[in-house]
């Protein structure tokens, strides 16, 4: 069975800063996609960026990037230039491309503290 | 559009009342989708949909049970609920084909006393 795990329930990082948050996963499938959601306190699931395994290039979106390693199972989400609104709890989440249910499977999660 | 909508927001029950949490979306998916999140657990999915008239069974599904009125809702009831049911429930849906992504709903905070 896939899991996904996420090592650090918090971190912290200054205002304008750059912050790593760490995802590692476990499958046997080749084909898969990788997720990052951000849940701030308003408890809405925001999805931030999404991966797909078949692609080398990593997925950006404006400060938000991830490195993606397939070999070592590893999905880190990298924020730059930390904002106040960035501060929630970031989820990372998998899905296996053969699955034709498309359900999630989630870490548990990281919150993630902004400091002015 | 709305998106995902669920019903109600918050609910207190008492150990072995029952009661449902309503789920809908006007983005016209095929799949959707019922998570519970608890504390250091991340979500985990209860039921899902693949498309209208069929349900199954996720990681988390035992004294659940899900109804797919139709296309547009999805509900979850609580014959009998129990402290252990205490949990923020998420709604989801997805499209079956183009992006994968699935779209969440606000979420239902139940505490079960």
């Known amino acids: 069975a896939q899991t996904v795990t996420q090592s650090q329930p918090e971190m912290s990082v200054q205002e304008a800063e750059t912050v790593t948050l760490s995802c590692t996963y476990d499958?046997?499938?080749?084909?898969?996609?990788l997720f990052w959601y951000k849940q701030p306190p308003s408890r809405q699931m925001i999805l931030v960026i999404r991966?797909?395994?078949?692609?080398?290039q990593n997925a950006t979106e404006n400060r938000f990037s991830v490195n993606f390693q397939k070999a070592a199972k590893s999905f880190s989400l990298k924020i730059s230039d930390s904002q106040l609104g960035d501060a929630a709890m970031y989820f990372c989440?998998?899905?296996?491309?053969?699955?034709?249910?498309?359900?999630?499977?989630f870490g548990q999660g990281t919150t993630l503290q902004v400091k002015p | 559009n709305a998106g995902v909508t669920q019903t109600p927001k918050f609910q207190v029950l008492k150990t072995g009342q029952s009661m449902t949490l309503q789920c809908a979306q006007d983005?016209?998916?095929?799949?959707m989708y019922w998570y519970r999140q608890d504390p250091g657990m991340g979500l985990r999915l209860i039921y899902y949909?693949?498309?209208?008239?069929?349900?199954d069974k996720g990681e988390v599904p035992n004294g659940y049970n899900v109804s797919r009125l139709n296309k547009r809702e999805f509900s979850l009831r609580l014959e009998s609920a129990a402290p252990s049911q205490t949990s923020v429930y998420f709604c989801?849906?997805?499209?079956?084909?183009?992006?994968?992504?699935?779209?969440f709903g606000p979420g239902t905070r139940l505490t079960v006393l």
């Open positions: 989440a998998y899905r296996g491309y053969s699955s034709n249910t498309g359900k999630l499977i």
């Open positions: 989801a849906s997805k499209p079956t084909s183009g992006t994968d992504t699935q779209y």
């Open positions: 949909s693949a498309s209208e008239g069929t349900t």
């Open positions: 983005m016209n998916h095929n799949s």
């Open positions: 499958t046997s499938e080749s084909d898969y996609y």
């Open positions: 991966q797909e395994a078949y692609k080398q």
